[in-house]
């Protein structure tokens, strides 16, 4: 059997049952409440707040786990499904499932390997990895730990649109298959567990080599970030943050590069449209884990409707919220091409650094598997297609 057709699954599953006859059991917890609460117990109270807190009174948050909710599985039978493939492919990106790692910045805070242990994991599963803008190394040593693994970057577009240009250009020079702006956080939403700890890690340094490592960011420096890291940190905050982004200006990156540029952080049909009309490769349904606008609906309920608007004129992804293979499944059935995967990976990083980050991925994907076998789809598009059935994409309804 190929990488590309492994049944996650079984093997998973089969894996952890043939070793509990010698009295073992699974280093990472396999349901996501273990994980997060391993994970609480393993992290310091500041990269605790970081990872797992969100904006305000984080209804947000919760309003992603409760639109899961929304849309029940009502299990096919006798579909025929003993042989699967979750292969997929993305803007010419070969992955064994439609499922990445979303960015998420400062992770070093979780694991010393940060990044890089993402970086090997992901490749060794195959699995597509979104490279953050506010990585704890340089994109140059992600790629080089991430190998023939396939690759995204995620750029944040502050004040300066030379460090965005910079950015771009590096990616693609270190085998970016396409670029995903994140709009949803051009300044940084209201956080109070942060602000309750009186800490922000920028500040610290961490979380900013992308920018130190980047030489337009360096030229605007009076000393190098090695000989006065505390002003480089200054200097990032100067120039991250800038809610002023519009259209007009994100159009400049077509004169940059020729890689796929996603949208992400769409949550409204008629951005979507507009993304469709500006020309854009894709988008990606996203409210950032519930970390920036309290009060926002959940990103599974805004699936649909951003679906329904590009009207397959360009790829949708999607992620905040996901949990589990089921949640991936859903998200797949109500029209996803690929989802990320935001605070599982990173409470798996904490836990066992690279081998914690593959243990969890491969949980995930090996229950997708499952389900896929439980609803007779032999193939992620065979989810996708139910998709277009009305009375699937109506809340509460169930997913067949």
């Not at 610290?204 to 000989?227: H, N």
């Not at 952080?265 to 884990?289: L, P």
């Not at 029209?335 to 969890?360: D, N």
Request: net charge negative.
């Amino acid at each position: 059997m190929t990488e590309s057709a492994r049944h996650f699954g079984p093997e998973i599953q089969g894996a952890i049952y043939l070793r509990g006859l010698s009295g073992a059991k699974p280093d990472i917890p396999t349901s996501f409440p273990g994980l997060e609460a391993a994970a609480n117990q393993k992290m310091s109270a500041e990269a605790w707040a970081y990872t797992a807190g969100a904006a305000g009174l984080e209804t947000a948050m919760d309003a992603n786990r409760a639109a899961f909710a929304k849309f029940p599985i009502a299990p096919r039978m006798l579909g025929g499904a003993g042989e699967r493939n979750l292969a997929t492919e993305i803007f010419g990106a070969h992955a064994a499932a439609p499922v990445m790692s979303s960015p998420i910045g400062v992770l070093e805070m979780m694991h010393p390997e940060a990044d890089l242990a993402v970086a090997r994991a992901m490749a060794r599963l195959n699995l597509p990895m979104i490279i953050s803008s506010q990585a704890s190394t340089p994109m140059e040593e992600i790629a080089k730990a991430n190998g023939d693994g396939p690759r995204f970057f995620q750029l944040y577009w502050g004040k300066s649109d030379a460090i965005a240009e910079s950015f771009v250009k590096r990616a693609e020079a270190v085998g970016a298959k396409a670029i995903f702006i994140t709009l949803d956080t051009l300044v940084l939403g209201w956080r109070p567990r942060d602000m309750d700890l009186g800490f922000l890690p920028f500040l610290k340094g961490q979380g900013i080599a992308q920018y130190t490592s980047d030489p337009v960011f360096r030229a605007m420096l009076a000393q190098t970030p090695e000989e006065n890291p505390f002003a480089a940190a200054v200097q990032f905050t100067q120039v991250f943050s800038d809610p002023g982004l519009d259209w007009a200006r994100i159009a400049k990156i077509r004169s940059w590069t020729k890689l796929p540029i996603v949208l992400k952080g769409i949550m409204r049909a008629d951005d979507a449209a507009r993304a469709v009309q500006e020309g854009f490769d894709g988008v990606m349904v996203s409210n950032h884990g519930g970390r920036q606008v309290d009060g926002g609906i959940g990103a599974l309920d805004a699936l649909p409707g951003v679906v329904a608007a590009v009207a397959g004129k360009i790829p949708v992804f999607f992620d905040s919220g996901i949990r589990c293979g089921a949640d991936i499944f859903k998200a797949l059935a109500l029209g996803a091409a690929a989802v990320g995967i935001g605070r599982p990976y990173a409470y798996g990083l904490a836990l066992g650094g690279e081998a914690g980050v593959q243990t969890v991925m491969e949980y995930l994907v090996a229950e997708l598997d499952l389900t896929m076998a439980l609803n007779g789809c032999r193939t992620p598009a065979a989810i996708e297609a139910a998709s277009a059935q009305p009375d699937w994409v109506t809340p509460s309804s169930t997913l067949a």
